[in-house]
């Protein structure tokens, strides 16, 4: 069994929720203002917004969820086994290097982190929190046994 040292998962799946708590926004709002609440029109609303919402975060939390354990990287689809990280510090980023999980760049609103394999390549990993993540990365370095 592994233990998890940091995690991200890209999106709560309480997202979906937004949805439902706009249409009792918007009855409450006819409520209020003494028209007539249109509560199926409402419920559709809901429910229709529940529907679009559902595949992006089941998007986002699979192609922007990182996790970090005793035994791996995970970014993304993509996974690095811990014994492949060699270093997470004083590692610099040369042009064209690798984003882990498969993108060409690194996500939108992630800062990203420099990571050195075992065999010398240095990728990039990425995180909303990157001084989470290399702590954890560093602690996983140290941690795992290196082959002679």
């Given at each position: ?65 990182l996790e970090v ?30 984003v882990l999980g ?22 990039l990993a990425w ?22």
């Amino acid at each position: 069994m592994s233990d998890r040292l940091y995690a991200e998962s890209g999106v709560s799946w309480g997202a979906v929720l937004w949805g439902p708590v706009f249409a009792v926004a918007g009855a409450l709002f006819e409520l209020v203002t003494g028209g007539p609440v249109h509560v199926v029109g409402w419920l559709l609303v809901g429910a229709g917004l529940c529907v679009i919402t559902a595949p992006w975060v089941y998007a986002r939390r699979r192609f922007l969820s990182l996790e970090v354990t005793t035994k791996q990287l995970r970014q993304g689809r993509e996974q690095v086994p811990a014994d492949q990280l060699a270093s997470v510090t004083d590692v610099g980023a040369p042009v064209g290097a690798r984003v882990l999980g498969g993108g060409w760049s690194v996500p939108r609103k992630y800062d990203s982190l420099p990571v050195e394999l075992a065999d010398g390549t240095v990728v990039l990993a990425w995180a909303k929190d990157v001084e989470a993540l290399r702590d954890a990365l560093d602690r996983l370095v140290r941690a795992t046994p290196k082959e002679a």
